[in-house]
């Protein structure tokens, strides 16, 4: 890079990129707190029993009740963590700090989340790539979030990705 070029890169992202951050954990999941997710989501509709109707859910293939994909058992979390992308706290070289947006995210699931689940969450920062755009230089941050539960399952990944100009 000759030193007209601009980059958003820093030094904390090389160090960060690939390695996982630490861990949190959610409070245990409740069947109250599954129903009423259900409920507030699927408003004004029913939701599907499974969610909500503990004899119902015994039949399913599930053998109990079980939580939507979209349920975030971080949701009534006290504490918030840090950004997620570690280092990119950055500013422009005029000293104005960056503005950023979400530039959209991909979620895959795993195993269902359960009452009784304690779900963890890790992120790391997988990459990035810079380029200039409409809004002048740009740089396209993907990162990677993953729950699993306290048996070590798999619940789900997401894959986002941070627009930072």
Known sequence: MSDTEVSYVTAEMHKAKGVWGSS????????????????ATYYPERPPRV?????????????????????NPFAWSLERPAAMARGL??????????????GGQTDTYGV??????VISARSRLVDWEEREGRL???????????????????VKTRMSIAIRY
């Open 51 to 71: 969610y909500w109707d503990t004899e119902y859910a015994k039949t399913t293939k599930y053998g109990g009740i079980i939580a939507p994909p979209d349920f």
């Open 112 to 117: 269902p989340m359960r009452p009784g689940d």
């Open 136 to 154: 002048g230089h740009t740089m396209y941050v993907r990162t990677e979030i993953e729950w699993r539960n306290q048996r070590d399952e798999l």
């Open 89 to 102: 706290s950055g500013a422009r070289p005029d000293g104005k700090p960056l503005t950023g947006m979400n």
């Open 24 to 39: 949190r954990t959610a409070y245990p999941i409740t069947d109250t707190d599954i129903r009423r997710w259900a409920m």
